[in-house]
Structures are given as C-alpha cells and as structure tokens.
C-alpha cells in the first residue's frame, strides 16, 4: 500500500533561510524510491510553490502540489491542474472594500501575479519570501478577469488588527468563505469548506490511498486542518502551540535541523511495503 507524506513548505519542509537541507532531500528521495507519494502542501500561490517544486527536482512522478491552501491541485509531473476551487467575485470585492476602511493591507492573485492597491512594507516583505511578481492597481476587485483563489491581508506589525478584522467579520464569512491565520502577519480567506484538510482528503481520494495511509507536516495554523485529517498529524517543534495540539507527534528537531527527515524515518516512509513490491 502506498502512503502519502504531505508536508508545508515555510516553517516546516524549509529552513529559515528558504532552503531544503541535505538530510531533508536524502530522505525524501529514499520516500519516492519507495514508492510513495510527496504532496507540498502550502498557501502560497501556484507559481510560488511551482517554483519551489521545480529548484527542488520534484516536477517528477509521485509528486503533487497543494496550492492556496486547497484552492489548487497540480500533478507535479506535468505540472498539470486536477482541480481548482476559486472565491466569488462579491466576496473579493466586500473584503477589499472593508480592508480599505481598517486601512490594511489587502492583496489577491491572477495568473502569475500578485494584484494589490498600494505599496507597503508588507507587499514587500511577502513578495521578498515568495518570489511573485505584482501589479499596482487602482482597483484591484474591477481589474479581475476570473475568480481568484483566495485574499490575504497582512500586517507586520499589528496581528491585533487582524485578530480585529477577522472576528468582526465572522457572521459575514458563514456560507460564504472561510478565514485563517497562516501566520502572525497573514488572515487568509479562501472559498467556503476550502483549507488544508480538504485538500488532504481530496487528493487522497484521487490517488486512492485511505486516509489512514497519509502523513501531514506542518507548522502553522493554517496546518491544523490538514493535521487532523491525515491519518497521522505531525508538528514541527517549532510551530505554533494550535499546531503542536491538533498533532499525534511533535518532532524532537525543528526545520532548521532536518525534522521532515526525522518524521520520514520514524514512522518508515522510507522503506518500502511488501505490497509496493507485487507485480502490477
């Protein structure tokens, strides 16, 4: 039976420094010899985590990519899209429209690029971290030609206001959308029942591997869902206490100090089953 590692990039798979270390890249090279599948599982736009897959070589069989939190499945292999799943127009526009009036940073995507209405230290900082290209516009919801996948704000410097933002809006945001925080800086906004988990449950069901066969790392909150849908729900020790609640197993090391190589090696997904060695 083949088994499925998912695991997020920032904070879990990569080290402070954006990069994969040599001990992380063995073992998951050892996981796909073995069989199984290697899902990244991020909430960084498409193109960004596209990026990543390709510097690290797995744009290969057996690999997947799970982008905008769930809103994007891609086969890694041909970089081909299984699935999508996008936020109204009307919520795009209300939610711009009320992070104009709190005076935060809002900002969406389209195709390749970052779509946002003014220059701030937190486009900076984002764009910085995730390679994307953006575009100024003076009216960012009237500028889109489809559905994005999901909204961010940010705030480097008040997560207060964001806290704000997002419990004043929850009545709102019931059948419309959900909300989570991916970090102390970013409240995202992705379509109704759309996170990690669903993503997780999803994409299992399309390469038919029960649940019970699956393995989720993260570090955030954002990676909560997909913590507890997984068949075992991993944290990193440097990730945020909802993250280290919602795990079966918290890593000794943290992403600086290979614990995606540990989780690989504890828990066996570097060996091959018996049932990956018959004939087809």
Known sequence: ???????????????????VSFRNRQAIEALLEAGNYLVIATGRPSKSGLDVVRSLGLNRPGCYLIAYNGGAMYDCAGECLLEQRTLPISCVEYLFSEARRYGLH????????LLTER????LDFYVEHST???RILPDVPKALTREPHKVLLAS????ERLQEFQREHLCWERDRCCSFFSGREYLEYCPRGVDKGYGIRRLAEILHVPLEQTWAAGDERNDVPMLLAAGTGVAMRNGHPDAKEAADYVTEHDNDH?????????????????KNHLPA
Do not use: V
């Open 119 to 122: 220059h701030t230290r937190e």
């Open 132 to 134: 994307m290209d953006f």
């Open 1 to 19: 039976m083949k088994k499925i590692l998912f695991t997020d990039l920032d904070g879990t798979l990569l080290r402070e420094d954006k990069t």
């Open 156 to 159: 480097l410097n008040a997560e």
């Open 106 to 113: 809002i900002q969406t995507y389209q195709g390749e690029a």
């Open 258 to 274: 290979d614990a995606i190589a540990e989780l690989i090696e504890r828990f066996g997904l570097n060996r091959k089953s018996e």
